[in-house]
């Protein structure tokens, strides 16, 4: 009685005040006993009012995450000021969105946040929870990527999957957008690692890649990608690699997923200059149309492998038109865009659909 008595007295005052944050860096680290959940602020938990920043704060946060596990964590975040970051440990920084709860997995070393409140009092809650989760035993599978040779594109699975090229080269990872933008998140709760082991060095996520838009190489001749779970919710590719010399020439490669029927939209992207845009699909696609067709590039367009004897099609501004809707077969479809500029086109691969219009 007494007990449950201080848990709602605690939660009372959570609900009605706010808290500080320390100066500096606080550091969390890992609880003795990894099967009970870390919680920030502490003595808030999910089923309480979100807890309220005071004003004029500033929360800097060094999660340090124990090796052999992954953190799934879960912010719960609604404040005025826009911003709040994660920084993974390869560098790189996500934002924090209102009212985003699906959950960003982080690997050893550590992870860090950053929010922040205005002078003004507003809305500022903030708080996360942190489940300590044993990265599982599971199958290694290994590919091999050749010199000279188009990406190996891959779809989720169970395995922790390894790409292998030549010892004397680097190889390239480039991800796929998924099919329904709406689950993007999916992507975050992926990891990338440097080498052939969960030890090797934490290089990412996919979802850092595809809205990076570029390759991303290592120093050596491996790159490793885990997907936990998501094998259960995807069932096409997600990612692929390349010998690093055949990957470079563009300022944006990326993979594109269309859906199986309907339009889709392909944004083919030269702001920076040469762009190559993949799709991976066993079957015939179409290029309906373009919405946006500038003249200051040239679209080629290649079967299963980018070479002058592969290429079926080289779309100006004077031509295109009379050459739609044309036909791409093959697995692996390559628009390449040469010069400048952003082409929105709409491909198909429903037969019906792709009539001339």
């Not at 480039?174 to 998140?185: A, Q, R, V």
Request: charged share 15%; glycine share 8%; with cysteine.
């Amino acid at each position: 009685m007494i007990r449950s008595i201080v848990l709602v007295l605690a939660s009372f005052v959570l609900a009605t005040s706010c808290y500080e944050c320390q100066n500096g860096t606080t550091v969390i680290n890992p609880p003795s006993d990894l099967t009970q959940p870390t919680y920030f602020p502490s003595g808030w938990t999910e089923d309480q009012p979100l807890p309220q920043m005071d004003s004029d704060q500033s929360c800097f946060l060094n999660v340090n995450v124990p090796s052999g596990y992954y953190a799934s964590v879960t912010f719960h975040k609604h404040m005025d000021l826009p911003g709040g970051y994660v920084y993974y440990s390869n560098r790189k920084i996500s934002i924090l969105e209102n009212d985003d709860f699906n959950p960003f997995f982080f690997t050893k070393p550590y992870f860090k946040v950053s929010v922040g409140t205005n002078t003004s009092p507003g809305l500022s809650g903030f708080a996360f929870k942190i489940v300590w989760i044993p990265i599982p035993d599971v199958q290694r599978k290994v590919i091999e990527v050749t010199k000279g040779q188009p990406p190996v594109a891959v779809s989720p699975s169970s395995d922790f999957i390894t790409f292998r090229g030549d010892s004397s080269s680097m190889l390239s990872l480039i991800g796929f957008s998924l099919k329904d933008p709406s689950t993007n998140y999916l992507l975050r709760q992926t990891a990338l690692f440097g080498g052939d082991t969960f030890d090797d060095d934490y290089i990412g996520t996919l979802d850092q890649i595809v809205n990076s838009q570029q390759i991303l190489t290592t120093y050596g001749s491996k790159i490793s990608v885990y997907t936990f779970g998501l094998n259960t919710l995807i069932d096409y590719p997600l990612f692929m690699a390349q010998n690093n010399p055949d990957a470079k020439g563009y300022y944006i490669y990326k993979g594109v997923n269309c859906p199986s029927t309907g339009n889709c939209s392909v944004l083919l992207n030269g702001n920076y200059g040469n762009s190559l845009t993949v799709t991976d699909f066993n079957g015939s696609e179409y290029i309906k149309e373009f919405n946006t067709f500038p003249d200051t590039a040239t679209i080629n367009v290649y079967e299963n492998s980018v070479s002058s004897t592969t290429r079926i099609a080289s779309l100006t501004v004077d031509n295109y038109q009379q050459q739609l809707p044309l036909e791409v077969k093959g697995t692996m479809k390559f628009y390449e865009l040469v010069g400048y500029g952003k082409y929105e086109m709409v491909v198909t691969r429903d037969v019906s659909r792709a009539a001339r219009l």
